[in-house]
């Protein structure tokens, strides 16, 4: 139970969203249109009875309700279950969907390796300098070559008892060669002889070949995550290209009428703000955005995009719940698209919603408020692409809560929120209209129903920027 107080601090919005639940009416706090729109949040629920029933022991729906897309049915799926059948349903689409391909080392940063890298050399492949210094053979002092051994040279020279030869790190070692003596653990005297300044032990400051790995050694398995570190380490072991997982294709549709692409909102228009959010969230998430495109309220223009994409996901915006000008459902109904999501139990975002419309292709239909969408984009769209394209899901991690964070009576709630030492900081700005909260956040915690209170943990979804968040930030 939320008390007056408790809908004070959430804002109207959210407010709204717990007065109307409590009278029953069902609506929720997000409207299903970037603007002001009266679209209620709570209207869109899932396609549950009879033969959909969720089967929440096995985070998994039943057999889908195929073009059965009435909104008006009874419940939406658990925030947790959602997550599990969005990554189900990528699991789902055939492989030779996501086949591998080659990719060349200066295109594959960011995929995921399709196929372990197998060391294809020696590394190094020949014994090599640790350091600059000298190549020595035998107790010192040594004589010294006047000819030195350079990097990138043939093989020089073999040393004898008693010589020594300038050499460069990476050089090639000479054959006979005890041991290299650091430039600055090294002394000549006046007749030229080398000394050495301190105790040296025989192959000190020599790589041998093959010292980080054989040829045919396997480096990294299948799935690894393609690093900076992961190119240089391929192109060592003598890699030009490598076997990836592709990034899924997305297209971004962004519905609505009153949505403006630049300038100051006026007459009733408002900016679009999901339009330069989501493709640069969405490549983070592991996807090729192909296309960005504004459609207003157009059912038929709609039905043809989605007809018509080549894209794995199709992320809409807006039009999720059951207004005038929500096309989303009847569309998806039109082209016999199986509902998999449709609504769920999780504020802001409540009615957003995931479709298969091919057996390699799926929607997620996000709410057109900000920060609901960002909701449903980390619900339903991140498990799907992280899914598709191979990725490892994050290792789950809690914080305890600095401050006391109000629930939704039934629903999990996220909300943006900074770490400061170990705890997690609630920000507000948070209602499903706002984006203030979420550009200062480094995570969205998840608040189970009724609230959490100070010092309780909390799961933490991090954000893709995270580690960059400037630490002096905070909004509370």
């Not at 000549?188 to 032990?201: N, P, V």
């Not at 984006?435 to 915690?445: K, P, V, Y």
Request: net charge negative.
């Amino acid at each position: 139970m939320t008390a007056r107080s408790d809908l004070d601090d959430l804002g109207a919005e959210e407010a709204l969203a717990l007065v109307n639940e409590g009278n029953g009416s069902g609506t929720g706090g997000g409207s299903g249109r970037q603007g002001d729109r009266p679209t209620a949040e709570g209207a869109a629920v899932p396609a549950s009875t009879g033969e959909g029933v969720y089967d929440v022991e096995a985070d998994l729906p039943g057999p889908g309700t195929k073009g059965d897309l009435n909104p008006a049915r009874p419940r939406a799926t658990p925030w947790p279950q959602a997550r599990a059948i969005a990554e189900r349903a990528a699991r789902q689409v055939p492989r030779t969907a996501m086949a591998p391909v080659s990719v060349p080392l200066d295109a594959v940063l960011g995929l995921v390796l399709a196929a372990p890298l197998t060391a294809l050399t020696d590394l190094p492949s020949f014994d090599t300098s640790a350091m600059d210094g000298w190549a020595v053979a035998g107790p010192g002092p040594w004589d010294v070559r006047e000819a030195g051994v350079l990097a990138g040279h043939a093989q020089p020279e073999p040393l004898t008892d008693g010589s020594a030869v300038r050499i460069a790190t990476g050089a090639r070692i000479p054959y006979d060669t005890t041991a290299v003596l650091r430039s600055e653990h090294g002394r000549t005297d006046d007749k030229g002889r080398l000394h050495a300044t301190r105790d040296m032990s025989h192959g000190q400051d020599i790589r041998p070949r093959g010292q980080e790995c054989r040829s045919g050694d396997q480096l990294l398995p299948t799935g690894t995550f393609v690093t900076p570190a992961v190119l240089g380490l391929a192109a060592a072991a003598g890699y030009d290209t490598l076997a990836a997982i592709p990034r899924p294709r997305a297209e971004v549709l962004v519905l609505g009428d009153e949505l403006l692409t630049e300038g100051l909102p006026h007459d009733g228009l408002i900016r679009d703000a999901l339009g330069p959010m989501l493709p640069p969230w969405l490549r983070s998430l592991g996807a090729d955005v192909i296309a960005v495109r504004r459609l207003g309220d157009d059912a038929e223009s709609l039905y043809a995009a989605l007809k018509n994409s080549p894209a794995e996901l199709i992320v809409t915006t807006g039009g999720t719940a059951s207004g005038p000008v929500d096309h989303v459902h009847p569309t998806l109904h039109r082209l016999g698209a199986e509902l998999l999501v449709n609504g769920v139990q999780v504020r802001p975002g409540h009615p957003m919603l995931l479709a298969r419309i091919k057996e390699n292709q799926h929607l997620v239909g996000l709410p057109g408020n900000p920060l609901a969408a960002v909701s449903g984009l980390l619900t339903l769209a991140e498990p799907l692409l992280r899914t598709l394209a191979g990725r490892a899901a994050p290792e789950p991690y809690t914080l305890p809560l600095k401050d006391e964070v109000h629930g939704h009576p039934h629903d999990t709630r996220l909300i943006p929120v900074v770490v400061r030492g170990d705890r997690a900081v609630p920000l507000h700005y948070n209602g499903p209209a706002m984006l203030r909260g979420i550009a200062a956040a480094e995570a969205l915690a998840v608040v189970p129903p009724g609230g959490a209170r100070p010092g309780q943990e909390l799961e933490l979804l991090d954000l893709p920027w995270a580690a960059a968040t400037e630490a002096g930030v905070c909004f509370t």
